[in-house]
T-cell receptor, first 111, second 113 residues
Framework: GIQVEQSPPDLILQEGANSTLRCNFSDSVNNLQWFHQNPWGQLINLFY???GTKQNGRLSATTVATERYSLLYISSSQTTDSGVYFCAVFRATSGTYKYIFGTGTRLKVLA | DVKVTQSSRYLVKRTGEKVFLECVQD?????MFWYRQDPGLGLRLIYF???????EKGDIPEGYSVSREKKERFSLILESASTNQTSMYLCASSPGAGGYEQYFGPGTRLTVT
C-alpha cells in the first residue's frame, strides 16, 4: 500500500520563526489534505491540495504530485500554531478509495 | 461551514459494557468514517460508510460494529468494551463523488476501566 512519511517528526521554534514541513508519498494519489490537530484533539482542515500552491494567511502549501511530495509552510509562527500537523492522501482505485495518514509532525512554538 | 458533531467529548465505561458513539454531520455528505488514534500508531480506520445502510471494514474492525440508518448519522458500537479499546475516537465525513475532502468531528476520548 501507499506509504506516507512526514518530516521532521518534531520541531521546536521560537515565536516569529518560519518553518517547512514535508510530506512524501510512495505512489500516485488523487488528492492530499493537510490538518492541524489542536491540543484538544480536533483535526482542523488547513488545505485540500492535489497539486499547485495555496495560501491562507501565514500558511501556504505546495504539492508536486509528479514528484510525490507536499510542503506546508508556516511563516511568523505563533504559540497557537503548536500541535501536530498531519498530511493525508486519498487514492481511488477500481471503485474503492482509501485515505492514508502520515505519522505527523509535532510542532511546539515557544513564546 | 461543514459541521461534524460527536455525542460525547469524554466517556468512561466498564469492561464488558456495550458502548455507542454517535456522529452527526449536517452537510448531506455521502461518506462517513470512524478512526481511532493512539500514541505512536497514528490514525487508523475502523469502518466507513459510503451510503445509508452501507458499510465497509477499515484496517482494524475487530471488536467494533457500525450502523448508518440515516444519511447524517453514523454510529460506532463496541459490543463488549475492553481496556485495549481505550483511545481517542474520531469521526469524519466527506462529500463522496462530488469531492473527497474529509471533515472531522471534535473526537471522543474513551476510557475503558
Amino acid at each position: 500500500g501507499i506509504q506516507v512519511e512526514q518530516s521532521p517528526p518534531d520541531l521546536i521554534l521560537q515565536e516569529g520563526a518560519n518553518s517547512t514541513l514535508r510530506c512524501n508519498f510512495s505512489d500516485s494519489v488523487n488528492n492530499l489534505q493537510w490538518f492541524h490537530q489542536n491540543p484538544w484533539g480536533q483535526l482542523i482542515n488547513l488545505f485540500y491540495i492535489p497539486s499547485g500552491t495555496k495560501q491562507n494567511g501565514r500558511l501556504s502549501a505546495t504539492t508536486v504530485a509528479t514528484e510525490r511530495y507536499s510542503l506546508l509552510y508556516i511563516s511568523s509562527s505563533q504559540t497557537t500554531d503548536s500541535g501536530v500537523y498531519f498530511c493525508a492522501v486519498f487514492r481511488a482505485t477500481s471503485g474503492t478509495y482509501k485515505y492514508i495518514f502520515g505519522t505527523g509532525t509535532r510542532l511546539k512554538v515557544l513564546a | 461551514d461543514v459541521k461534524v458533531t460527536q455525542s460525547s467529548r469524554y466517556l468512561v465505561k466498564r469492561t464488558g459494557e456495550k458502548v455507542f458513539l454517535e456522529c452527526v454531520q449536517d452537510m448531506d455528505h455521502e461518506n462517513m468514517f470512524w478512526y481511532r488514534q493512539d500514541p505512536g500508531l497514528g490514525l487508523r480506520l475502523i469502518y466507513f460508510s459510503y451510503d445509508v445502510k452501507m458499510k465497509e471494514k477499515g484496517d482494524i474492525p475487530e471488536g467494533y460494529s457500525v450502523s448508518r440508518e440515516k444519511k447524517e448519522r453514523f454510529s460506532l458500537i463496541l459490543e463488549s468494551a475492553s481496556t485495549n479499546q481505550t483511545s481517542m475516537y474520531l469521526c469524519a465525513s466527506s462529500p463522496g463523488a462530488g469531492g473527497y475532502e474529509q471533515y472531522f468531528g471534535p473526537g471522543t476520548r474513551l476510557t475503558v476501566t
